[in-house]
């Protein structure tokens, strides 16, 4: 028998090892045949001879295979290679084929990566592919025909997985043929596409167990893209990333979205998402418009890079509280040594669920920090008291913070209240800072900001709860904060004056 259709060339099986009187047997124990592309009828039947399993319980191991484990197999069996037709799970790339990246030419290296995948996918029966994935890089050189051949076989009915990236800086374009995955809508779970074109229209049809989405550098236009989206009904991950041509990007209503993750637009001015049950948003890029709809109370973890960006952090401090009140983890990364940092809550009645130790990602992200002010713009009655948690309460736990802010030399809150997270905040700063020169606690509106064009003796007005909570912040100064502040530090306790509040406490 000739075995002249090797489905990829790949290294031979590991040497045969010694077994018992001297006898040699393969690493397989049920084919022990290495490849062979001459007449080997003899070898092929002693081989076929010794497999006593049923046939499909022989391909339903090679199912199992891994690709390159499943290539050598059938290279050595019959019986391999007939099920090697309708193998699931293609992993195809310069690496799973051995390919030496090291070419003196890239085409002499596009036309190693076509010899190896042409064999694999013509050889194929084109039924029974459950993952395909492609990577064409780094032929640079490679023309879409070839893509399209194999393309034609993986997308098979039942298909559940499909990855495609091409070489983002290929010499050609490669137009996704839209006309295939309309074959699969109802079986594939998640699609990848990478460095292409894109233009979805009607000729597909609802992709009703698509659950993730991923576009990485893809020409797609706002339009497509939402069309696309709403015929996703089950869609759960999104992830997008330099898709260039979108300068808004619109979420429709999609019920089972949970995660976002947008990055590098280079043209995008605003994000207007109205899936309800997002949880999770992930951005990179300047400050833009950011709209979560009916999940502004649902987003619990949210992530922004804009480096390179002035406004990063004032951004963060001023918006992000009102695109998601209810952020539980917030990482907000910048490159910019930013020097001073002031945050101003407006909130008049923050709840219990406010943690303040989470501001301390802000100062986590400016390693330059010399000045950090936070502001309460209106404090009031705190249900949420250090003085009245039981022993042992574990409301608002301090979450582990790996970094050092050893060039703060400036802190002041106003508005300090008696909540548990802001005497952990303050203790937290004072923990893992050891260049602090001044720690101010103003238990009023601002000390720092009385009316100086009215009358400069004039404080900012507090209410008779506000001036209730501000004494139970400043027993909380002293019993939780002020011995645990070094002798180095310039303690300076705030509370409200006499003169100015005397009515407003009878």
């Not at 022990?32 to 592309?37: A, I, L, R």
């Not at 076989?153 to 996704?176: H, N, P």
């Not at 003085?387 to 050893?406: C, F, I, Q, T």
């Not at 009215?454 to 008779?464: F, R």
Request: charged content about 20%.
């Amino acid at each position: 028998m000739k075995i002249l259709e090797v489905p990829v060339q790949l290294p031979p099986p590991p040497p045969p090892r010694r077994i018992g009187n001297g006898a040699t047997s393969s690493a397989t124990e049920i084919d022990n045949s290495p490849c062979q592309c001459g007449d080997d009828s003899q070898s092929a039947s002693t081989v076929e001879s010794k497999m006593q399993l049923p046939e499909d319980i022989l391909h339903h191991i090679h199912a199992l295979m891994p690709m390159q484990d499943a290539a050598r197999a059938a290279c050595a069996s019959r019986c391999f290679l007939r099920s090697w037709r309708f193998y699931p799970r293609f992993n195809l790339n310069v690496n799973t084929l051995r390919i030496d990246k090291r070419a003196p030419s890239n085409d002499k290296l596009t036309m190693d990566f076509i010899s190896r995948v042409d064999p694999i996918m013509l050889n194929h029966a084109g039924t029974g592919v459950k993952m395909f994935k492609l990577t064409t890089h780094p032929c640079f050189s490679l023309h879409p025909s070839y893509v399209d051949r194999g393309l034609q076989i993986a997308f098979a009915q039942g298909i559940k997985e499909f990855e495609l990236e091409m070489t983002r800086v290929s010499k050609m374009d490669y137009d996704f043929p839209c006309s295939l995955l309309s074959r699969v809508a109802s079986s594939v779970q998640s699609f990848l596409l990478g460095g292409c074109s894109f233009h979805p229209g009607i000729q597909i049809g609802q992709m009703s167990s698509l659950t993730s989405l991923r576009l990485r550098s893809v020409k797609i236009t706002e339009e497509e893209l939402c069309g696309f989206l709403s015929k996703s009904c089950a869609l759960q991950r999104l992830l997008l990333s330099d898709c260039h041509n979108i300068v808004v990007l619109k979420i429709p209503h999609l019920l089972e979205l949970n995660y976002l993750e947008v990055l590098h637009f280079r043209k995008l001015e605003a994000i207007d998402s109205s899936a309800p049950k997002l949880s999770t948003f992930i951005y990179a890029g300047p400050p833009i418009q950011i709209s979560l709809g009916e999940a502004l109370l649902q987003v619990k973890k949210m992530q922004m890079f804009c480096d390179g960006s002035p406004d990063a952090l004032h951004y963060g401090s001023k918006k992000l509280p009102s695109i998601a009140p209810n952020i539980q983890k917030l990482y907000l990364s910048t490159r910019n040594e930013l020097k001073c940092l002031e945050i101003l809550l407006l909130t008049p009645d923050l709840s219990p669920g406010y943690d303040f130790c989470s501001l301390v990602s802000f100062i986590d992200a400016s390693p330059a920090l010399e000045t950090f002010i936070l502001r309460i713009e209106r404090p009031a009655k705190r249900h949420d008291s250090i003085l009245e948690a039981l022993s042992g309460d574990s409301m608002h736990p301090m979450r582990a913070s790996e970094y050092r802010h050893d060039n703060l030399k400036n802190m002041m809150i106003t508005g300090f209240s008696s909540a548990k997270s802001m005497i952990d905040l303050t203790n937290h700063i004072l923990e893992k800072t050891s260049s602090l020169e001044y720690l101010t606690l103003d238990t009023t509106r601002g000390y720092d900001r009385r009316n100086d064009k009215i009358d400069p003796c004039q404080c900012l007005q507090m209410s008779k709860e506000a001036l209730l909570e501000a004494e139970k912040a400043l027993l909380a100064i002293r019993i939780y904060v002020e011995w645990r502040v070094p002798s180095s530090v310039s303690l300076k306790v705030i509370e409200p004056c006499s003169n100015c509040h005397t009515e407003t406490r009878s």
